[in-house]
């Protein structure tokens, strides 16, 4: 098994553009979230899907977020316009309903 | 307030000290609980699920008490390689549920 995988690992953009985020979850795994990480304010859930719906979107930021699951095996989360507030690292994380797999997480730098 | 707070860290202890990790959480309908670890610059993983009679792996335990909201880990005997972050896990709500991170605690073991 692959885990969960999530592209590009790393991103340098120059803020006002288009950042898009993505994850393949672990094929069987009926959740899918997504968080960001900081130092200052730790891992914060953005949004998470379960059966490809979106269940609870609070945590997204701003209009500037959104995010998508067309389907089971894949999501993704679009930042646009980007800010240089927005630079973080990004997890996608699934799960069974007993344990949540993280991907390596793509680290965001807007300059 | 946030839902699950953690100690603040650093922790730095010396080899073979026995360490504890504190965790409340704010939501009564929370349903299961866990610890994950984070290595610096990794992605968190799964440490432990935290069952409501207390349980033990190895030189883990961990404990909760749900009519306190409160949720513990201890770590006995501490190895160089238990230098980590240590985050309180709370899964929300029955529709695959929504994880919500506490801050996390730092430990540092040193020689």
């Known amino acids: 098994d692959a885990g969960v995988i999530q592209s590009p690992r790393h991103e340098v953009t120059e803020m006002g553009q288009e950042v898009t985020l993505r994850c393949k979850p672990i094929?069987?795994?009926?959740?899918l979230f997504w968080y960001r990480q900081t130092m200052m304010r730790g891992l914060e859930l953005l949004i998470y899907f379960n059966n490809n719906v979106p269940i609870d979107d609070s945590g997204m930021p701003e209009d500037r977020f959104s995010a998508k699951m067309p389907n089971a095996s894949f999501s993704t989360l679009k930042i646009q316009p980007s800010e240089p507030r927005d630079s973080a690292v990004y997890f996608c994380?699934?799960?069974?309903?007993?344990?949540?797999?993280f991907g390596q997480g793509t680290r965001l730098t807007v300059v | 307030r946030k839902e699950v707070e953690q100690d603040p860290g650093p922790f730095n202890v010396p080899e073979g000290a026995t360490v504890a990790f504190n965790c409340t959480y704010s939501n009564s309908a929370s349903q299961s609980f866990f610890w994950y670890r984070q290595d610096c610059r990794k992605e968190p993983k799964l440490l432990m699920s935290?069952?409501?009679s207390g349980n033990e792996d190895g030189r883990f335990t961990a404990q909760l008490n749900r009519a306190s909201q409160y949720i513990s880990l201890l770590i006995r005997d501490s190895k160089l390689s238990d230098s980590a972050t240590y985050l309180c896990?709370?899964?929300?709500?029955?529709?695959?549920?929504?994880?919500?991170f506490g801050q996390g605690t730092e430990l540092s073991v040193k020689p």
């Open positions: 935290v069952y409501s």
């Open positions: 994380a699934s799960s069974t309903a007993v344990r949540a797999f």
């Open positions: 094929s069987g795994h009926n959740s």
């Open positions: 896990v709370v899964n929300i709500g029955n529709q695959g549920g929504k994880l919500i």
